[in-house]
Nanobody, 117 residues
Framework: QVQLVESGGGLVQAGGSLRLSCAAS????????MGWYRQAPGKQRELVAA?????????NYADSVKGRFTISRDNAKNTMYLQMNSLKPEDTAVYYC?????????WGQGTQVTVSS
């Protein structure tokens, strides 16, 4: 059974940085597409960044985070990361880890990120 556990969220001032981690178990991690989503109060969940499998993994970012966020993965540790720099109050949301395997999507429990102005 695929399990995803996020960590690293918290409260930070605008302009600060946070690094989120997502530890995966029970999956073919190195072969799967991984992604970070977020959901702010009253808004729909949106894709923040996605990382495809294989060497030289290709990453896609939402326009709102390009140049500020970096997604990465460590296949040896079955862990994915999201480095978030220059955080803005509008980045405040619950951040979810997602893994796509065999046509199914798996989600972590989410981690809260709050950016104060």
């Amino acid at each position: 059974q695929v399990q995803l556990v996020e960590s690293g969220g918290g409260l930070v001032q605008a302009g600060g940085s946070l690094r989120l981690s997502c530890a995966a178990s029970g999956s073919m991690f190195r072969f799967n597409v991984m992604g970070w989503y977020r959901q702010a109060p009253g808004k729909q969940r949106e894709l923040v960044a996605a990382l495809f499998s294989g060497s030289g993994s290709i990453a896609n970012y939402a326009d709102s985070v390009k140049g500020r966020f970096t997604i990465s993965r460590d296949n040896a540790k079955n862990t994915m990361y999201l480095q978030m720099n220059s955080l803005k109050p509008e980045d405040t949301a619950v951040y979810y880890c997602n893994e796509a395997q065999n046509g199914k999507h798996y989600w972590g429990q989410g981690t809260q990120v709050t950016v104060s102005s």
